[in-house]
């Protein structure tokens, strides 16, 4: 079966760098696009970046011009890396996976890692 396996999560100061990874294994397909998505406490899941297998991203307007997405295709793994981190960064980081179902493309499912936290201290 499918599976994202997250790493890189963990506790930094206000101003601090992570970089985050994301392995899907289990998929006989690549995947479609790949991203992060972000919940802080008694808050709802927020979309973070995306990254298409075209190398088209997108981000929240929040962590625009300090978090870089990227994405290897041969190993099925994407990546985000954090600078200029801000206590507001605070929170579970998801990683998601949009696989293709059979050849044709057209049923496409989502998939979900099992998230790591990251904590900025202020």
């Known amino acids: 079966q499918v599976q994202l396996v997250e790493s890189g999560g963990g506790l930094v100061q206000d101003g601090g760098s992570l970089k985050l990874s994301c392995a899907v294994s289990?998929?006989?397909?690549?995947?479609?696009?790949m991203g992060w998505y972000r919940q802080a406490p008694g808050k709802q899941r927020d979309l973070v970046a995306t990254i298409s297998s075209g190398y088209t991203t997108t981000y929240a307007d929040s962590v625009k011009g300090r978090f870089t997405i990227s994405r290897d295709l041969a190993k099925n793994t994407v990546y985000l890396q954090m600078n200029s981190l801000k206590p507001e960064d605070t929170g579970a980081y998801y990683c998601n996976a949009k696989i293709p179902q059979d050849l044709s493309s057209s049923n496409i499912n989502d998939y979900w890692g099992q998230g790591t936290q990251v904590t900025v201290s202020s």
């Open positions: 289990g998929s006989p397909f690549r995947p479609r696009s």
